[in-house]
């Protein structure tokens, strides 16, 4: 089992920054896919950014490519998610998720989900 813990959300005005923070716990995620999803109110979740640990390729939603960084830190455990150039239509819950076998991004449905942290950009 994986476990998955959010950090850096909070509220920030458009146009800042912020950094989100995936610590990863139970098993490496060195080999696996780790990525973002967001969820703003009614609204349904939908993917954000992904990783793959081994090799580090990435991948991005149109929306949020150019402004969103996503990197992981093997030796850490860690996976971050730089938030650049933030725009209302950003605000949601932001969700870690793992899976440690990803072939297809567009279908994606991982095995594992942190518990989520809040980002609010006011106007």
């Known amino acids: 089992q994986v476990q998955l813990v959010e950090s850096g959300g909070g509220l920030v005005q458009a146009g ?4 989100l923070s995936c610590a990863a716990s139970g ?13 703003a109110p009614e609204k349904e979740r939908e993917f954000v950014a992904v990783i793959m640990m081994r090799g580090g390729s ?11 960084t996503i990197s992981g830190d093997n030796a850490k455990n860690m996976v971050y998610l730089q938030m650049n150039s933030l ?11 793992a899976s440690p076998y990803l072939s297809n991004i567009v279908s994606w449905r991982p095995d594992y989900w942190g518990q989520g942290t809040q980002v609010t950009v006011s106007s």
Do not use: E, H, I, N
């Not at 800042?16 to 950094?19: D, H, I, M, P």
């Not at 098993?27 to 969820?39: A, E």
């Not at 990435?58 to 969103?68: C, I």
């Open 87 to 97: 725009k209302p239509g950003d605000t949601a819950v932001y969700y870690c998720a």
């Open 58 to 68: 990435t991948y991005y939603a149109d929306s949020v490519k150019g402004r969103f």
């Open 27 to 39: 098993r490496t995620v060195s080999t696996y896919g780790v990525g973002w999803f967001r969820q």
């Open 16 to 19: 800042g920054s912020l950094r």
